[in-house]
């Protein structure tokens, strides 16, 4: 996009204002937050797109030799657009396309000297960050490369062992007792000698630096050590295309079941959460267990279930807060498999979680819980785009080679973005292992059905992975050894009715479930009957139903509900049949809820304190057993209430709340003054206007007036030029004083160009 | 997706559908690395284990072979953990060596230094190594041999053994076919057995596991120590060995409680050697009163603990298991794995049953229900009573009467747990009883009798349970057993296996009490029979001789 502008531009916001639409709709792609809030003019544009902290972001999406290249223009100073072909060690083609990258991000603009990098980018490329070659810039008056050459030929060995001693400690050095200004004759010391070259610099503070031009000609005319241009091969290995699909559709076909059965297993016996949000370690370790797969394993699955919306914590039954799977949950298990999978497979791609964090320990010692609201990093979600989008660039067939191929993964996923941390070769090799675990990829390559998905295009993924997944089949082997095998996927309404009636014993690509006494009363306590049972059974078999399961049945149901249970508050019982037979009917002990259980024994659903006095009422003389059946005599309880708690607390809350909206109030009022105060005046630049007319001075090197408040109040003009503009404060030369000082920026009120 | 007989389950079963087309080429290549968990009729299990990928490996398979077996008969995709598993699982054998050095003698060896670390500094195989001989050769303790390899399974890095073996003092045995032949896979299984070295050979009851110790004898052409669990059985096994081989009866020994004979063939029983007498073991020096070439261990499922140990001194001996069933209700296959050899053949069931070597079976569950009073006695009773209570309730007596009466000139067999139930029965069918008590010369003219027609039923007791041959048993009605120990069924079972005339189905009656912990226990037999194959049916006692 774009190419190399041949046209000179005054500022960076003339260049943008020349740009066509499509280069400036793809530069407020690439720095997304220079578009937010919308910028007012090209100008504001390009003072936001110079401002250090914007900077930084777009230094972090550049690839080593981008940074080589930023670097070297940032050594070379404004040159022309050959020059950092030549000072950057690689291919020329490479190394021009990063030039135009660069532009396009603009990092770097056409200026009537040349192409320069914006200033604020040579104050960004701290030394000794990735790609960044430790080369001061070069002087304004340079010696030419072939009497440098000459000089450091004569320079006698100990210099030239300073020399490159200061080289490789990043261009700066101190001198200590080094005079200044001695000619190369009168040089007592390595540093005199090269001070009296040329080759070192003195600057103020005692301190000498290394001259950009002599570095590149001790480097050999080159700002690099190594070539970036090459970004580090994949170690790759041969698989057939359509084995790699299969892989990764089981493995996609495997993460749904899986959470269907999470899910499901919890929305009746929901874990609870940890007052830190998370999972507790106890619980992953039972589900890693069921799921057979290890802690980080069950950990991707919840995480993904819960960035899907399936599963959050909300009140348990008994009020303690609980993970329990949302109504959204239920919509899901609905729909084909595939489209369950790209709801799971979206929902992962965009999540910042680290679920491969857990199993170990955080820096304080204490392990990371699952679903735990720290469980999560900013840059991953980047890191797990490159990495696919690295696989997705390996051809058809290509998959990562056994052993070598995370390692050299991680290599280029470093080059493509050096200045992310250090800790992305985990991040890496976890969206690795988390990608194969959901199935986009398998075998270590990319899944044909993951690419559209990549590129945007759920639709297309779910219709190619619904090819390759196995059909849902309706019907169950049954044997005699109780036992049912689904020869494969189930359907989702079938599966769950004979996870009702029997046990799952082993699951995956098919399902083993086995009939005991247990699980046929667990389907009777939900209100099927024994005929029901047979019904289903034989109508999902394809195969007869066997005699001992029949019996199974038979005889379970046979036995259900022999004991049965209920809740009453009292009993009554008396020895007396035609008593209990009269209180029955009595016409006031209607409400006592009185039911007969035997002929003897009464239960009431009124508690015993009630139903005593009432009893007395209605003529009866009970007395209370206790729960080892002797008589309980006892006088009644006296009563006492708790004393009510103080009321001042009351009284000191609502004194707060006074103040605190007299402060309000008061600063409403003070705003409104401050409104009613101002001036009308529409001249006047706006804050954004005046930051953006600075940038572009800093830019430019040109001179302005600033309006400017003093800390007595008073307002002047003064002259200056503008160096940088950082962190609320502008640093410039005042022509007054004819000295380097630091201004307010919000004392700022008007910025205007001194007429040519 | 494939359209293959295996579904490969991420809990590492494999599930084999048996009616498809390729079941058995499927079935035969999955055979040396997975064991087979369950076959009931329609889809069999298979289960990916350690043992068995290890049992692989020493069988000369690699982990590769055995991917590309899952991936190719495999119906969906295999979980990609479950590969990785099987490749590292393979991987940790043979890692490290037992070798025999010219100078330092037994040594432990590896090229993994990192495993060989780990080792060395784990407490178990403490004391059983000696010096470190160079980076990575450790001296071994001759006498530990079996030892470590027994640790060094516990810790996952089982030991490949190349020490060799020592030949024995030379006997010529030679296999006398005459007017017999051995079977194909007796002979499979003798050479599967000799090319291993050591290791256990898995046919079912019936089959013939004494032939295919007659072979081996017949290889190893030395002299042969045979253990076997009862004297009974020894003498089973010595007129066996006089009709199959070349050998007289002077070469043959006993050794048991009765008879200390040692001979170039000895037939022990595990009972004599395993009897302590003031804390040592009086009879170990059997072990050592030869220089045998070849040691059989009949029914290694039931090796108890004591020859185990005495087992890890015997490493540079060939040592041949013979097993109905590599199930141990104890846990310990690792211990066989490791201590005898791993498992060198085997055979399922119901394809030797279809080659007509055994008998078809037809298993039937007889349930009784107990009348009112009982139903009281047994709710009441103590938790350790009731199985006795349940499996012995006079109501079980009237069936078998009846069982019996409807297989009018068929042998048949009555076992039971309980002496009393039994000598009960004996009075009820007017029929002879063997039980512990009864002399072995009763016991063999019993039996003798049996086979010879004269008498047509036999109530036993669980003595009866293992290597009796009863080859004319056509039915077996049991009233009760051990607590529903799985190779006990399998054993009674095996009674009736031995192939009848005329290709006759055996029959098979297990009696129990309905709603009571003795349906429990018969459940979890029966549970062992139906994943052998074995479809039982179930009916109610009102039912039985209608």
Known sequence: MGGMSTTAHRTLADQLRSWSDERLALLLHERPDLATPAPHDSGQLASRAAARSSVLRALDQLNLLELCVLDALVVVGQTSADEPLEVVAGDPVAVRAALTRLADLALAWESPQGLRALTTVAEALAPGTPGVSGLRPVSPDPLPAAEIERRLAALSPPARALLEHVLDAGGTATTGTARHGVGPEDAATPAEELLAHRLLVPRSGGTVTLPGEVGLVLRGGRTTTYDASAPPVLATSERDQTVVDRAAAGAAFEMVRRVELVLDEWSGAPPSALRSGGLAVRDLRALAADLHTDEPGAALLVEVAAAAGLLTTAAGPDGDPRWIPTDAFDAWTAKPTAERWLALAVAWLESPRLPGLVGSRDPSGKPWNALSPELAGMHQVETRTLTLALLAGLPPGAVLAAGTGTPSLVARAEWERPRRPRTRADQVAWAVTEGSALGLLGLGGLAGFARPLLAGDGAAATAALAGLLPEPIDHVLLQADLTAVAPGPLESGLARQLRLVADVESGGGGTVYRFTPGSVRRALDVGWSAAEIHGFVASVSRTPVPQPLTYLVDDTARTFGTVRVGHAEAFLRADDESALTELLHHPKAASLGLRRLAPTVLVSSTPIDVLLPRLRELGVAPVVESPDGTVHVARPDLLRARTPKDHRGRALRATREAAHVSQVVGAIRAGDRTESTRPASAERLTPAGSMAALREAIETGATVVIGYVDNQGASSDRLVDPLSLDGGSLTARDHRSDDVRTFAVHRITTVRDVPA | ?546
């Open chain 2, 1 to 546: 997706m494939n359209d293959g007989p295996l579904i490969v389950q991420s809990d590492k079963t494999l599930l084999l559908e048996v009616d498809h087309e390729r079941a058995a080429d499927c079935r035969k290549a999955i055979a040396p690395f997975a064991e087979l968990e369950r076959s009931p009729e329609h889809v069999h299990t298979y289960r990916l284990t350690p043992l068995g990928l290890w049992n692989a490996r020493a069988a000369g398979h690699d982990a590769e072979q055995v991917v590309d077996t899952l991936l190719t008969y495999s119906r969906y995709a295999v979980p990609h953990a479950l590969l990785v598993d099987v490749a590292e699982t393979m991987a940790r054998y043979g890692r490290l060596r037992l070798e025999k050095h010219p100078v330092h003698g037994l040594v432990l060896a590896s090229n993994d230094r990192p495993v060989l670390e780990e080792v060395l500094r784990a407490k178990k195989v403490a004391g059983m190594l000696g010096s470190r001989i160079d980076d990575d050769t450790v001296a071994v303790h001759a006498s530990e041999r079996g030892n470590l390899k027994q640790a060094l399974l516990k810790l996952g890095w089982p030991a490949e053994d190349f020490a060799g073996y020592v030949d024995g003092e030379a006997h010529p045995i030679a296999l006398s076919e005459v007017e017999w032949h051995l079977r194909t896979y007796q002979r499979e299984a003798a050479d599967s057995f000799w090319h291993g070295g050591s290791g256990v050979v898995v046919l079912p009851c019936g089959a013939g596991k004494t032939i295919v110790g007659a072979a081996a004898m017949a290889e190893a052409q030395a002299t042969t120590l045979i253990l076997v669990t009862n004297t009974v059985s020894a003498r089973q096994w010595k007129d066996e060995l006089l009709r199959r081989t070349s050998l007289t009866e002077d070469e043959i020994g006993e050794y048991s409680g009765a008879v200390k004979e040692v001979r170039p063939v000895t037939i022990a029983t595990y009972q004599v050697l395993t009897t302590k007498r003031k804390g040592v073991y009086p009879h170990l020096e059997l072990l050592d009163a030869r220089d045998w070439g070849l040691i059989v261990y009949d029914e290694v499922h039931l090796l108890p603990a004591p020859i185990f140990r005495m087992t890890a001194n015997l490493q540079a001996r060939r040592r041949l298991g013979l097993t109905a069933t590599l199930v141990r209700e104890d846990g310990r296959e690792g211990d066989v794995f490791s201590l005898i050899g791993p498992k060198r053949y085997d055979a399922p069931w119901k394809d030797i049953e279809a080659q007509g070597w055994i008998a078809p079976a037809d298993c039937v569950e007889v349930r009784v229900t107990l009348p009112t009073t009982e139903r009281l006695a047994y709710a009441t009773a103590e938790p350790e009573e009731r199985y006795r209570l349940a499996s012995c309730t006079h109501h079980k007596i009237d069936v078998v009467r009846s069982l019996v009466a409807s297989h009018p000139g068929q042998p048949t067999l009555v076992i039971g747990q309980y002496i009393d139930q039994l000598d009960e029965l004996a009075l009820a069918l007017d029929a002879p009883v063997i039980k512990g008590e009864t002399t072995v010369r009763e016991r063999q003219r019993l039996f003798e009798a049996f086979r010879a027609g004269e008498v047509g039923l036999l109530v036993v007791s669980k003595v009866a349970n293992f290597s009796i041959d009863l080859p004319s048993a056509e039915v077996a009605i049991q009233v009760s057993g051990s607590f529903g120990s799985r190779q006990e069924e399998a054993q009674r079972l095996g009674r009736l296996l031995r192939p009848k005339s005329e290709g006759k189905t055996a029959h098979f009656y297990t009696i129990v009490s309905r709603d009571t912990v003795d349906a429990d226990f018969a459940a979890n037999r029966q549970r062992f029979l139906a994943e052998q194959g074995y479809a039982y049916r179930i009916v109610d006692a009102e039912d039985v001789g209608a």
